[in-house]
């Protein structure tokens, strides 16, 4: 039995021309995919109006000292005039609540 040695060649050549011209073909479908795909896609972001609102506040109490100045220079002046009452038994009330959470935090 004899085997064509030239013909077997010849046919492994046209097996790799048609493999790679499926290869290409396939590489020019994707890209095309692809490039119509980002032409059609636009990311976008959107911030509700509570996070906008949540930024804000959180950039007002940033710059804040946290000390409410008015009220301070109220008390103040009450006790500079001899007007300012305290409420003793409010007053013992929350050392001994301040106690307790301290003694139970150990």
Same mark, same amino acid.
């Given at each position: 039995?004899?085997?064509?040695?030239?013909?077997? =060649?010849?046919?492994?050549?046209?097996?790799?021309?048609?493999?790679?011209?499926?290869?290409?073909?396939?590489?020019?479908?994707?890209?095309?995919?692809?490039?119509?795909?980002?032409?059609?896609?636009?990311?976008?972001?959107?911030?509700?109006?509570?996070?906008?609102?949540?930024?804000?506040? =959180?950039?007002?109490?940033?710059?804040?000292?946290?000390?409410?100045?008015?009220?301070?220079?109220?008390?103040?002046?009450?006790?500079?005039?001899?007007?300012?009452?305290?409420?003793?038994?409010?007053?013992?009330?929350?050392?001994?609540?301040?106690?307790?959470?301290?003694?139970?935090?150990?």
């Amino acid at each position: 039995m004899a085997i064509n040695i030239n013909n077997l =060649q010849n046919s492994t050549q046209v097996k790799a021309d048609k493999t790679d011209q499926a290869v290409q073909r396939q590489q020019s479908v994707v890209q095309q995919n692809a490039t119509s795909q980002a032409s059609q896609k636009q990311d976008s972001v959107s911030i509700t109006p509570q996070a906008q609102q949540f930024t804000k506040l =959180q950039e007002k109490a940033a710059n804040s000292s946290g000390i409410d100045q008015e009220k301070v220079d109220k008390i103040k002046q009450a006790i500079a005039d001899g007007k300012y009452k305290i409420n003793v038994e409010m007053l013992a009330k929350r050392i001994m609540q301040f106690e307790g959470d301290l003694f139970e935090r150990k």
